[in-house]
């Protein structure tokens, strides 16, 4: 093995030892904060026989007291997110892309919670993180229809039709009237 070799094969091992200490000291900052927000102060301050054992949450309050101010400037808007055009020819579509982004993020999933969280976490433990990831899943509905009319029937048999196979009916019987309502089920 060169000397090159040796000297850069040392200098990774002191980059991964130094990395090791960081996170050490990184997670016991994080273990204190934590017991500092609960109010855990025996480590740093243990109480003294006789004495008061009240103990100030100023951890606590100060993030408490940050959290309204910091939602309400990433969430205090109808847009959490805003696309900017490039050009006048994409004004329209940026504008589209924004709606469309907000709906996703503050209707169609938590938005508010999860800007909470990540924000709170990142005061409390110096790193916030949100996990992202788009689903795409089919859900089906059965709906089960009594006593329709022939007319009815009919409506109901044009518009699976018209579906395009979205709809089907999957079964269909016609009673006697006099005895048992007529049955209809379909799925979507």
Avoid at 32 to 57: C, F, I, N, W
Avoid at 108 to 132: E, H, T, W
Avoid at 147 to 173: C, N, R, W, Y
């Amino acid at each position: 093995m060169s000397t090159s070799d040796l000297k850069a094969m040392l200098a990774a091992e002191k980059v991964d030892a130094l990395a090791a200490i960081s996170a050490a000291r990184l997670a016991e900052e994080r273990a204190d904060a934590m017991d500092y927000y609960l109010g855990h102060m025996a480590k740093d301050m243990p109480a003294q026989d006789g004495r008061s054992r009240a103990v100030s949450t100023d951890v606590a309050d100060t993030i408490e007291g940050l959290m309204p101010n910091l939602m309400d400037i990433f969430a205090g808007s109808d847009e959490v997110v805003r696309f900017e055009p490039v050009g006048p020819e994409d004004e329209a579509a940026a504008a589209q892309e924004t709606d469309y982004v907000n709906h996703v993020f503050m209707q169609q999933n938590p938005g508010f919670m999860i800007l909470y969280s990540f924000i709170k976490d990142a005061l409390l433990s110096k790193v916030g993180i949100v996990k992202v990831w788009w689903e795409e899943r089919e859900e089906e509905e059965r709906e089960t229809y009594y006593d329709l009319t022939e007319d009815q029937f009919a409506l109901l048999a044009q518009a699976v039709a018209e579906s395009d196979g979205a709809m089907k009916i999957v079964a269909h019987t016609v009673h006697d009237m006099s005895n048992v309502p007529e049955k209809t089920e379909a799925t979507s």
